[in-house]
Each structure stands twice: as structure tokens, then as C-alpha cells.
């Protein structure tokens, strides 16, 4: 009902609307009125906060109580406009409380007095959240319709999504602890399908990315850690994958400021030089102090976010092995076993071996425990006296689970598990093995991937290069070659040859994959020269993150090799079905072509 006032001295009547038209027209004009009040408002007090900063506390009316004539619709622009406007005015460093105010000059003060009231204000806004929040998922379901309760609700995420986006956005500014510990338990929650822990998980991870000091990161992560404890399987497995997102730099490395550049000396007296000279020394050492601070403050941090990650992986690994947060935390330590301290590494290799027997783990876990175990072998704990043979078999056993449906990540996990493991000492007859089922491998995937396999076989033959004995098949290796073993130790790859390479050399119909494995099939391990497309193949699959080819373009110094086919004798008919007859082909050609 609309009250409304015929003339002074009249009483006020009630003009009650004679249909639901004329009800949803008064509603409407209402909320037009209300939006256009706190419209100016919010513009007085962006355009000069230090003399509006009152206004917050008629803003903030709007927020708090429930009108019968517009339902929550105010209420939820009210919120949004204090939070936009939070966002805007808050200052990036924390407001900190005068010991004498007497003390401070006019201008000190006048500046001291508005943060004070900025905070407070700042305060009783995040009050009136929180008490949203707690009202529509903490306390039981009341004796309230179902409207009512849904409404509750939606005003409840609309709180949580304000408190997630001021968090993200002013995380060194006061209050930030109290966010913290409101907002991130509320990425375990299964409320409204899920839409509260999808903010949490995205403000998470914006907060890894931007918190370079890592103050917040610490408080996150000691939360997650300690929900992890508690909860224990029931953790939504998105809230544990964030700490993958973490920011963690090697210890030790010192940040570098960029030194303010000075304008020119050479219009300056003797006596002026010397003074600046004077100045930027000081100023150098003064940066230096800075840096070295700094740098013992974020390595300390860094240490307690590292203790929290990694005490929550080993709980997921000896007592939630069971759930779907193993992948998650054998993906974790992968990423980060360069950081892991020596005295968990005796622990951590039995826990892995026992993993790998007892769990039924997919091609991307197993490949994370091997990483795991290579990652640390060729780090901190390359002294360690410790047989690979059971995680190196495990890889070899891997690599025919690959197919062409399988995601890129796990065959960037492969090149990374490859590359540490060339840095450990390992059987030639394994080695030899690896690189025969690469190679077998690779004749059933996508030529970008045929190309990684290619790539990853060709390291290996550069690290040991008697494995280039495998490209002749005129020599006589003694045993037959056993495909079938499961250890490649006992696969007597000694007698295999990589009839694979000129199989592709000759009958790829992708130009890219047919110059790669032309120039493999003519690997010579005594020659010093390094061809252009050897060079290219380096550096185009050592630099680059992404293990796909795009197109078939060299560049213009290799178009050259790339025209450069073997092409067969016309009075030779081979049938390339056999397998001694693929082996055969690279060596048909013409002695110049060949060479």
C-alpha cells in the first residue's frame, strides 16, 4: 500500500491499487526512486570520499532492512553498489592506529580520521554480510514458505560472492584474516548445486596468482590444510587441486628492482656529479637492504605454505589413498618434488611403491608417481643410492597406454618424466627397450604426437649413442627381440631393429613427420655436424610448452630436407607389409641422397 497526502491538515489516507497492474507499477516506481537515491549517493561518495564518507551509513540502511514494497531487490543493489565502491576507494596497504594524534600535523590527521572512518564503516558492511551468510547456509531451516527460504538463500550467495570479489581485490587492506576464515570453508560446500564452492575455488585461485608476498597465500592454505584434516574425503577435490596453482620461486633467488634511470650528467658541475654519484650509492644499498628483507620475509612464508602442501599431500597418500584425491596430490607432487625437503624422501618413496602395487591408478597418476620419484633423483636427492628399476618398468610398461584420445597434459607429463630420468644411470638394454616401444608407439598416434614420440626416442639415442646400433638391420644382435616382456631388462632389445622410422620416412602422409623421421632414420653418432632441422627439432620441442605442430612449415633454411625424399629404384617392387622390408628402406636409397 502507497500513502499519500491530500493537503496539510488532512489526514493521510491509504490508496490501496485496485489491480495487480497498478501494484506492480507503484513496485516499480518505487524501486526507480530507491535506484536513482542510491545512484547519487554512490556518485557523491566516489567523486570525493573524504567529505561523503558519511553517506555510507544511509547506503548502508538500504542493505539491512527487508522493504514489504520491493521484496530484496534493493537490498541486493544496495549490497552491490557498497561493494563496487569498496573496491574503489579502499587503499592497498593496512590502516593503522595512531599512538598520539596530538602529535600528528593538520593534514596527517585529517587523512588518519577519514581511513578510521573508512574502516569502521568498512566493518560493520562485512558484519552485515556475514550475518546473510550465516543466516541462509549456518543456522537451521526455520518455520518460513519456500519462497521465503529460497530467498534466504539467493541473498546468501549474492554475501558470499561480495565477500569472495572484496577479498580478491583488496587482500592487503584490514579485515583481510576475517575474510579469509568466512569465505574459504565455503569451498567444501555442496549448497545450491555447488555455485558457492565454484566462488571460493576461482577467488582461490586469482588470489594465488596476484598475492606475490604471500601473506594471504599462507592463511589459504593453512585453512584448506586444516579442512583436509577434518573433513578428510569429503573435501571437494577442486578446493585440494588449487594449491597446484600456488606461486612458490626457488629459494634463494633474490628480486631484482629496477633502478630509477638518471637524466643526463654531462650539463652538470663537478661538484653536482659527485653529490649524485654520492646519491645513488645510497640509494643502491638501500634497495639492496630492501631486497634482502624482503626476500627473508617471502622465503619464510614460502616455507609454511610448502609444510602445509606437502603435509596435506602425505595425508591424502597414507590415509585417503582410497578417495579421488589421490590423483590430485600424486599431480601436486610432481609439480613440486624439486621443493621437497631430503628427510621425506625415505618416507615418500615407500608410500609411492606401495601406492603403485595396491591402487588401480589411470596412466596419468602412475606417470605422476614416476615423475615424482625421477623429479627428486635428479634434484636434492641425485646422492641417494636408490633402484629405479621398479619406477623405470613402470614407465616402459606406460607408454603403450598412450592412444590418440589421450589429453596433451599427460604427454607434456611424459617428456618430463623422460628428461629427468636420462639424468639417472639406467641399463642400456632398457634404454634400448624405451626406445624401440617409443617408436612402436608412435606408428599408431597423431602425427603431433608421432612427432613427440619421435623427439623423446632421439634424446635418448643422443644420450647413449650406441642405441644407434638399432638403425641397422644388416648386423647380427644374437637373441630375437621380445615385444611382449614386461621388464625391459628381458626384452633383448639388442635385436630389435626401428624398422618404425622408415616406415614413416616413406609412407607418413604428413610432410612434417616424414623430414623427421628421414633425418632419425640418417642419425649418425660420430658425426659432429648439426643439421638444420636437427637444430630446429631442439629447440622447437625444448622451448615450447605446447607439444603440438601446427602446420607443416619448416623454417626457410630447412625447406631444402624437406624436398630431400629417398625415392626407391624403379625396377625394385617392394611390399613395405613385412617388417624386414620397412627395416630396409632408408638404406635403398642413392649414396648422395642417403648421406
Known sequence: AVVSTQSTGEKEKEVVPKSIAELYSLR????????????????????????????????????????????????????????????????AYKVKPAADLDSLSKEVKVQHTYESEL??????????????????????????????????????????SCMAELLAKNYNFNLRSNLVNTVIPYGTSKAMGGKLAEIVIATIKELFEKDKQGECTVEIVRIIASL??????????????????????????????????????????????????????????????????????????????????????????????????????????????????VDFFTDLFECLKRIIKEEDLSLADSLNCVSTIFTILSGQGSVLEVDIGEFYTLLYQNILLFTPQTPSSTYTLLRQTLNNALKRNVALSAQMAMVKRLC???????????????????????????????????????????????????????????????????????QSLRTTATHFSRYDPNS????????????????????????DSFPKSCKKMQNRR??????????????????MMSFLAKPEEAS
Open 440 to 510: 612402436t608407439v608412435s606408428t599408431h598416434l597423431n602425427p603431433e604426437q608421432a612427432h613427440i614420440f619421435l623427439c623423446e626416442a632421439r634424446k635418448l639415442i643422443r644420450a647413449s649413442p650406441r642405441i644407434a646400433q638399432m638403425l641397422q638391420p644388416d648386423e647380427d644382435f644374437g637373441k630375437p627381440y621380445n615385444p611382449g616382456s614386461v621388464e625391459p631388462e628381458r626384452a633383448n632389445a639388442e635385436g630389435a631393429v626401428l624398422w618404425e622410422i622408415s616406415g614413416m620416412a616413406h609412407r607418413s602422409y604428413h
Open 228 to 341: 583436509v584434516k577434518k573433513k578428510g574425503g569429503a573435501v571437494n577435490s577442486e578446493l585440494l587441486q588449487t594449491l597446484i596453482h600456488v606461486r612458490l620461486v626457488e629459494l634463494g633467488e633474490v628480486r631484482k628492482e629496477k633502478e630509477e634511470a638518471l637524466p643526463d650528467t654531462s650539463l652538470l658541475s663537478k661538484k653536482q656529479r659527485k653529490h649524485r654519484k654520492e646519491q645513488a650509492k645510497v640509494r643502491k644499498e638501500l634497495l639492496e637492504a630492501q631486497a634482502v628483507e624482503d626476500k627473508k620475509k617471502q622465503s619464510k612464508l614460502q616455507s609454511e605454505s610448502l609444510d602445509h602442501i606437502f603435509v596435506t599431500y602425505f595425508r591424502v597418500l597414507k590415509q585417503l589413498h582410497d578417495t579421488p584425491l589421490l590423483p590430485i596430490a600424486l599431480a601436486g607432487l610432481s609439480k613440486f618434488a624439486h621443493l621437497i625437503n
Open 528 to 551: 659432429t655436424k648439426r643439421s638444420e632441422v636437427e637444430y630446429f627439432l631442439n629447440n622447437k620441442f625444448k622451448t615450447s610448452q605446447d607439444f603440438v605442430i601446427l602446420d
Open 28 to 91: 516499480q516506481q518505487y524501486i526507480a526512486a530507491a535506484k536513482q537515491d542510491i545512484a547519487k549517493m554512490c556518485c557523491a561518495i566516489t567523486e570525493d570520499p573524504y567529505n561523503n564518507v558519511a553517506s555510507m551509513k544511509k547506503l548502508r540502511s538500504y542493505c539491512s532492512t527487508e522493504d514489504k514494497k520491493a521484496g530484496q531487490t534493493i537490498r541486493k543493489l544496495a549490497i552491490l553498489s557498497l561493494t563496487a565502491i569498496y573496491n574503489d576507494i579502499l587503499p
Open 119 to 160: 574502516l569502521r564503516n568498512y566493518r560493520v558492511f562485512l558484519d552485515l554480510l556475514f550475518e546473510n551468510l550465516n543466516l541462509a547456509f549456518q543456522s537451521k531451516k526455520q518455520k518460513v514458505c519456500e519462497a521465503a527460504w529460497q530467498a534466504r538463500r539467493k541473498m546468501g550467495l549474492l554475501s558470499l
Open 566 to 583: 629417398i625415392k626407391l629404384p624403379e625396377y625394385l617392387n617392394i611390399d613395405f607389409d613385412t617388417t624386414s622390408d620397412l627395416s
